[in-house]
């Protein structure tokens, strides 16, 4: 189970206790109707239901991105796998031009 998603990795809590998986992102693709609580604690701003998000998918929080499900709120008539790729292709390559690759 993900503890916490730090700058760093991600901290998962296992049988045997806390473990820190190193990652330079982390995409949270969970389902139909994603929770948006790790959103809301992060500060992202949000337009109704729905967090505000930039053409290439970024919220608020500079550097943090919702793709699929987590981007829609509760609209779950509009977004699919499908659309989760492309959001996904977007950001990355937003990501990508600003690291310089």
């Known amino acids: 189970?993900?503890?916490a998603i730090t700058p760093a990795g991600l901290v998962l809590e296992r049988p045997q206790g806390e473990e820190f998986l190193e990652a330079d992102f982390v995409l949270v693709q969970i389902g139909y109707r994603a929770e948006d609580h790790l959103l809301r604690r992060a500060g992202v701003r949000y337009?109704?239901?729905k967090p505000w998000l930039s053409p290439e998918w970024e919220t608020s929080r500079k550097g943090l991105f919702a793709i699929g499900s987590?981007?829609?709120?509760?609209?779950t008539r509009t977004v699919f796998i499908e659309n989760g790729r492309e959001h996904a292709r977007v950001a990355i390559a937003a990501i990508a031009r600003r690291l310089g690759s």
Do not use: Y
């Open 1 to 3: 189970r993900v503890k």
């Open 47 to 49: 337009e109704g239901e």
């Open 70 to 75: 987590s981007a829609f709120g509760p609209d």
